[in-house]
């Protein structure tokens, strides 16, 4: 496909099926890249199954205070999705009724949910064995109404997951806005003074790494060595683990990757660092992703796609965990994305 009709068509690609559609036929014609079904095939036989299930990660909605330029899920503070109470309240009882050990919270921003504190409390009670929220930093100094936060996530073992682009100023806000890296440093000082990031305080603290173009993350353990040193070095700060991950063609970036005429060669990047050993890893084995409406996905990027899971069962309210463990995944060709390299899910590297 030429490059000249890829970048025509960036301003139809907001509506998640049109995205899916060009995901699935634009550059993966006959004698183009292989799909990633067929790529799979040449590393088992066959479809990709879920394993016990470990992970329950919801999307709170897509309001966000920023509007961050990779953004796959196209958040803003003009986005008005919410999950519902009703919602909320089936996820309570799931965590009651399955063997799931790792409650995910993202957004968007959730602590902009009104339920957000309402919702964590409750959920606390039930207790799991890893509780995540996905802060994006600037939201904690964002109004007076979230500067207690710290304390909050203190109170319910929270783990945070917080998402810092670089450990220099000018990369961050150049991806995330002017102002988003002097917050985010402001916030993790007020984490740090109430624990979090602490050598054996108990409170974790984990930052998230998105490169900022058209390339793969470089290696996990050494980025990580890299924001220590500079975050202790300048501002005194302290965090437990960095998650490398790779940006997926979908939302935003495959609008930018477009229009910067970077889509092709992007693609050829993930299909030639393809790793088999990813694979096995993949997050969508042991995750299941709630939308902001209640609907079901293998996970977080699938339901940007309106990509439901492949089951008789696609809403929440008719959560039944033996039907939703007989599925086949459902994966297209930004699924390179999560194999490519040294692998990537929520939980950054996977190989």
């Known amino acids: 496909m030429a490059t000249k009709s890829l970048k025509g068509r960036v301003h139809d690609l907001a509506d998640s099926s049109t995205q899916l559609e060009f995901l699935s036929n634009g550059i993966f014609a006959p004698g183009g890249l292989p799909s990633f079904k067929e790529k799979l095939n040449t590393v088992q036989a066959e479809a990709l199954k879920p394993k016990s299930l470990e992970i329950l990660q919801m999307n709170l909605g897509y309001m966000c205070n920023q509007v961050c330029a990779h953004c796959h899920v196209d958040a803003g503070p003009d986005r008005k999705e919410m999950m519902s109470r009703a919602t909320l309240e089936h996820c309570l009882q ?13 957004g968007g921003a959730p602590e902009m949910h009104p339920d957000f504190r309402w919702f964590v409390s409750e959920a606390a009670k039930i207790g799991v064995e890893d509780f995540i929220v996905r802060s994006n930093l600037t939201i904690l100094r964002a109004n007076k109404k979230y500067y207690d936060l710290p304390h909050f996530f203190k109170d319910h073992h929270i783990h945070v997951v ?156 008719d959560f039944d965990l033996d039907q939703l463990q007989t599925r086949e995944i459902c994966v297209s060709q930004h699924c390179y994305g999560c194999t490519a390299g040294a692998g990537s899910s929520c939980q950054g590297s996977v190989a």
């Open 94 to 106: 799931i965590l009651k009724t399955t063997p799931v050990t790792t409650l995910d919270l993202t």
């Open 162 to 317: 917080s998402s810092l682009p670089f450990y220099k100023k000018d990369k961050t806000d150049r991806q995330r806005g002017e102002g988003v890296f002097s917050q985010s440093i402001q916030a993790l000082v007020e984490l740090n003074k109430v624990g979090y990031g602490k050598a054996d305080s108990g409170f974790q603290l984990d930052l998230v790494y998105n490169p900022s173009g058209a390339f793969l993350p470089a290696d996990q353990l050494a980025l990580e060595n890299d924001f220590k040193k500079a975050l202790k070095k300048e501002y005194d700060i302290d965090f437990n683990q960095l998650f490398t991950i790779t940006n997926l063609p979908i939302s935003r970036f495959l609008e930018y990757l477009i229009a910067s005429e970077n889509y092709e060669d992007y693609m050829q990047l993930l299909v030639e660092a393809f790793n088999p050993a990813a694979v096995a890893n993949v997050m969508c084995t042991n995750t299941l992703s709630v939308g902001w409406d209640g609907y079901l996905y293998d996970c977080d990027f699938n339901q940007m796609l309106d990509l439901k899971v492949a089951s008789p069962v696609q809403h929440i309210k």
